[in-house]
């Protein structure tokens, strides 16, 4: 059973950078066909897919925001993350990291606990 646990600091000033970290246990994200992402749940958008990265490095962004993220990975680790660069308030919620094996990306059936970020100065 893979499990995922997001990490990264919970509050964040505006314009700066947002960085989390998902570290994974009980799998490889090198295992083929796999998919790890990253969703949101904020106040204004309800549940909101941001983008994700594939067993072999390949990455897909939502349009709404490809222009402000960025997602990579440590192999070594085990681990992915996730970049948000200038952020805002409207940025502020609860960050999940997934996974689920094959297309689409949608339907992710394994999730973190979610890590709570606040945008605020």
């Known amino acids: 059973q893979v499990q995922l646990q997001e990490s990264g600091p919970g509050l964040v000033k505006p314009s700066q950078t947002l960085s989390l970290t998902c570290t994974v246990s009980g799998g490889s994200i090198t295992t083929n066909f796999y998919y790890w992402g990253w969703i949101r749940q904020t106040p204004g958008k309800g549940l909101e897919w941001m983008g994700a990265?594939?067993?072999?490095?390949?990455?897909?962004?939502?349009p709404s925001l490809k222009s402000r993220t960025s997602i990579s990975r440590d192999t070594s680790k085990n681990q992915f993350t996730?970049?948000?660069?200038?952020?805002?308030?409207?940025?502020?919620?609860?960050?999940?990291c997934v996974t689920k094996r094959g297309l689409p990306l949608a339907d992710f059936g394994s999730w973190g606990q979610g890590t709570q970020v606040t945008v605020s100065s």
Do not use: A, H, K
């Open 53 to 62: 990265i594939s067993y072999s490095g390949s990455t897909y962004y939502s």
């Open 82 to 96: 996730l970049q948000l660069n200038s952020v805002t308030p409207e940025d502020t919620g609860v960050y999940y």
